[in-house]
């Protein structure tokens, strides 16, 4: 259990160190400049119309094409993660189990909109929700997890 404890976090960790202090710090700085953009920009994003194409009646096994218009202003497309968390409801109707289903750029709308669309595998019975997340994605880091930018929708 240690070892499998310091494989996950501490030599990820290390890693992660180690690539942002490479070349005189050269990633750690354009990732401070990267998100001070992230910050400037990101009040500006929101979710503004999402559509599931489902009827009915959907069984298990199905899919459901899910498209989201996301209003991103200045934000390059690659520099956003757009996901919709997906999963059974349980009583209360809270997602149990849920898992994350990542929304691609599909078209522009104009005026700083764009569309976002995937597919929901309903692979369970029972009822089913979804949400949507925007979150930054660095472009050599990945999503990254910041306070305050962050939309749920």
């Given at each position: 259990m240690v070892q499998q404890y310091s494989e996950t976090f501490y030599f990820t960790a290390f890693e992660q160190w180690q690539k942002l202090n490479e070349q005189d710090s050269a990633l750690a700085k354009d990732l401070a400049r990267w998100k001070e953009k992230m910050h400037r920009l990101w009040h500006h994003v929101r979710i503004e119309q999402v559509e599931a194409e489902m009827s009915q009646d959907i069984l298990a096994g199905s899919?459901?094409?899910?498209?989201?218009?996301?209003?991103?202003?200045?934000?390059?497309?690659?520099?956003?993660?757009?996901?919709?968390?997906?999963?059974?409801?349980?009583?209360?109707?809270s997602i149990i189990g849920g898992e994350l289903v990542p929304l691609a750029p599909s078209e522009p709308d104009g005026a700083g909109a764009h569309y976002f669309s995937g597919q929901l595998d309903c692979r369970f019975c029972g009822r089913h929700g979804f949400m949507l997340r925007v979150m930054p994605k660095h472009p050599v880091l990945g999503p990254i997890y910041e306070p305050s930018l962050l939309v749920w929708g």
């Open positions: 899919n459901i094409p899910l498209r989201a218009k996301i209003f991103v202003d200045e934000i390059p497309l690659d520099q956003l993660a757009v996901d919709a968390y997906f999963g059974v409801l349980d009583s209360r109707g």
